[in-house]
């Protein structure tokens, strides 16, 4: 049985940690927005180089476990002389993970665009930035806002890994209730919860998103 008392009297264990994910989430969103972008463009761009970094970055990075990659920059790290703390190494690894697969949904958005739209931005004087920027990602992170919405939610959910590094997230904290209160069910319940708060609104508004920006076009 749920014994909400475990909710009242660990209520700001709960709450650091709430905040605490949201602002790795946060940071892991935008942090792999921009990566899987860039990574996106690679793929798909004339220039050799470029298109086997980010080959080799994607299928790389979606076929190791997250785990692996936090624990990289949790114990590997400090050999080279670089020490990150818990926060630190799972933000950074939840990072590292999420653009591989917001550059594969980025990727199969711009192969979505009508190839004149590229040429027509070349031919009016911008260069491939330019033009990439300008003109084509717009018109491919529009067409992919359903995918990218189910990767930025599970992103919310992969956040948990901190807690294998002390992170500070939601679910270290509801082990730590857990490990004080020895009230297993309880403490996870509520956990849940919390991150039931983060992932419906987000559901939810990727949907009314989905639907406005079908009218407009």
């Not at 798909?44 to 990659?69: H, M």
């Not at 990727?107 to 040429?119: C, D, F, N, Y």
């Not at 033009?131 to 992103?155: C, E, G, R, Y």
């Given at each position: 049985?749920?014994?909400?008392?475990?909710?009242?009297?660990?209520?700001?264990?709960?709450?650091?940690?709430?905040?605490?994910?949201?602002l790795?989430?946060?940071?892991?969103?935008?942090?792999?927005?921009?990566?899987?972008?860039?990574?996106?463009?690679?793929?798909?761009?004339?220039?050799?180089?470029?298109?086997?970094?980010?080959?080799?970055?994607?299928?790389?990075?979606?076929?190791?476990?997250?785990?692996?990659?936090?624990?990289?920059?949790?114990?590997?790290?400090?050999?080279?002389?670089?020490r990150?703390?818990?926060?630190?190494?799972?933000?950074?690894?939840?990072?590292?993970?999420?653009?591989?697969?917001?550059?594969?949904?980025?990727?199969?958005?711009?192969?979505?665009?009508?190839?004149?739209?590229?040429?027509?931005?070349?031919?009016s004087?911008?260069?491939?930035?330019?033009?990439?920027?300008?003109?084509?990602?717009?018109?491919?992170?529009?067409?992919?806002?359903?995918?990218?919405?189910?990767?930025?939610?599970?992103?919310i959910?992969?956040?948990?890994?901190l807690?294998?590094?002390?992170?500070?997230?939601?679910?270290?904290?509801?082990?730590?209730?857990?490990?004080?209160?020895?009230?297993?069910?309880?403490?996870?319940?509520?956990?849940?919860?919390?991150?039931?708060?983060?992932?419906?609104?987000?559901?939810?508004?990727?949907?009314?998103?989905?639907?406005?920006?079908?009218?407009?076009?």
């Open positions: 049985m749920i014994d909400f008392s475990i909710l009242v009297n660990y209520f700001p264990y709960y709450i650091e940690g709430f905040l605490n994910t949201i790795a989430s946060v940071l892991a969103l935008i942090g792999s927005f921009v990566l899987g972008s860039i990574l996106a463009v690679f793929r798909i761009t004339g220039v050799k180089p470029l298109q086997w970094i980010g080959t080799a970055y994607v299928e790389f990075v979606r076929n190791i476990p997250l785990l692996l990659i936090v624990f990289f920059f949790w114990y590997a790290l400090p050999t080279f002389g670089m990150l703390d818990g926060f630190q190494a799972g933000t950074v690894g939840l990072t590292i993970y999420t653009a591989a697969f917001i550059a594969e949904a980025i990727r199969a958005g711009i192969l979505s665009v009508p190839k004149g739209q590229m040429e027509a931005a070349r031919s004087g911008m260069t491939y930035v330019q033009a990439m920027l300008h003109v084509v990602l717009p018109q491919a992170i529009k067409l992919v806002i359903p995918p990218l919405s189910n990767q930025f939610i599970n992103l959910k992969n956040s948990s890994v807690t294998v590094v002390a992170g500070l997230d939601l679910m270290y904290f509801a082990d730590k209730v857990n490990g004080d209160s020895y009230a297993t069910v309880s403490a996870y319940v509520f956990a849940g919860l919390f991150y039931l708060v983060l992932t419906l609104p987000m559901s939810y508004g990727s949907h009314v998103l989905e639907r406005r920006l079908a009218k407009s076009s």
